[in-house]
C-alpha cells in the first residue's frame, strides 16, 4: 500500500451469510466463494486526496511482496500504523490509502498465492465521546473497527461494505487515551481485471455521536474456516 487506514470475521447479511477472513492470503486452489465485487464506478475517482491529507505511504505493491509497513496482525511481526487525527485542529484527519492485490509463491509447496493487501491502523481519542470513521473506495472495500488484546484474539467489533457509490461510516465510542484499532482491505481476495492497486479516502473525527454495534466474530475462529 502507498497512502492511509483491520483480522477475520463471520458477517451475516438479510437473507444470507458469507464468511469473510481478516487475512490477506488465500490458496489459489481454495473454492470458498469470494463476495460479489461492486465494479468501481465509470470515470469516477472516488474523491481526491486533500493537500493537508495524510499519505499512507506503503511501498507500491508487486508480487513477492512481504508487508512490512502496516500488514497488522498479517505481518511477522505485527506491525500497526498509527493515524494522527487528534494532532489536528480540526480533531479530523483526512486520510488517503491505496489497496490492492499481488501473488506470493507459498514456500512450503512452491504453488502460487492470490493475497490481499490489508492495511491496519490505530488511532488514540483524546477525550470521550465517539470517533467516526468514514471511507469511500474504487473497489468494494470492507471497513473494520477491531478489538486487539492481542493478535491471537483479536475480534471484530463492527464493521461496513464500502465503494464508490457507497462511503460507509463506523462510529466509534471512546475514552481518553483508548487505542482505536482500524482495517480496510478488499472484500476479495483476487483481482477482478487485472487492476493491482487502487485508491481509498477516508475521514477519522472525535467528535460524532453513536454508535453501530455488530456482533463480535473471534479471527481464529473465523481462520478455521479457510484451512
Not at 486487539?148 to 467489533?157: F, L
Not at 477482478?192 to 475462529?221: C, I, K, N
Request: glycine share 12%; with cysteine.
Amino acid at each position: 500500500m502507498r497512502q492511509v487506514i483491520l483480522v477475520l470475521m463471520v458477517m451475516a447479511i438479510a437473507g444470507g451469510a458469507f464468511a469473510q477472513n481478516l487475512g490477506n492470503s488465500r490458496d489459489i486452489s481454495d473454492t470458498t466463494p469470494d463476495v460479489i465485487l461492486v465494479p468501481p464506478v465509470e470515470g469516477k475517482t472516488c474523491g481526491d486526496c486533500p493537500p493537508d491529507g495524510q499519505l499512507e505511504g506503503e511501498p507500491t505493491l508487486v508480487d513477492e511482496y512481504v508487508d512490512a509497513w502496516n500488514g497488522g496482525c498479517n505481518s511477522a511481526p505485527a506491525v500497526f500504523q498509527d493515524i494522527n487525527w487528534g494532532l489536528e485542529d480540526t480533531g479530523v484527519a483526512e486520510l488517503c490509502g491505496v489497496s490492492g492485490w499481488y501473488l506470493f509463491t507459498d514456500p512450503d509447496t512452491g504453488g502460487l498465492l492470490n493475497f490481499r493487501d490489508t492495511d491496519w491502523f490505530t488511532a488514540t481519542a483524546d477525550a470521550s465521546g465517539s470517533m467516526e470513521f468514514t471511507v469511500e473506495s474504487a473497489y468494494e472495500c470492507y471497513i473494520f473497527q477491531l478489538s486487539v488484546p492481542d493478535c491471537g484474539s483479536a475480534a471484530v467489533a463492527q464493521q461496513a461494505v464500502v465503494n464508490c457509490n457507497a462511503p460507509m461510516t463506523l462510529s466509534i465510542p471512546t475514552t481518553p487515551g483508548e487505542i482505536i484499532y482500524l482495517w480496510v482491505g478488499p472484500t476479495v481476495f483476487v483481482s477482478p481485471d487485472g487492476t493491482t492497486e487502487f485508491p481509498y479516502f477516508g475521514t477519522l473525527s472525535g467528535h460524532v455521536a453513536g454508535v453501530v454495534a455488530t456482533e463480535e466474530s473471534s479471527w481464529g475462529g473465523v481462520k478455521s474456516l479457510y484451512r
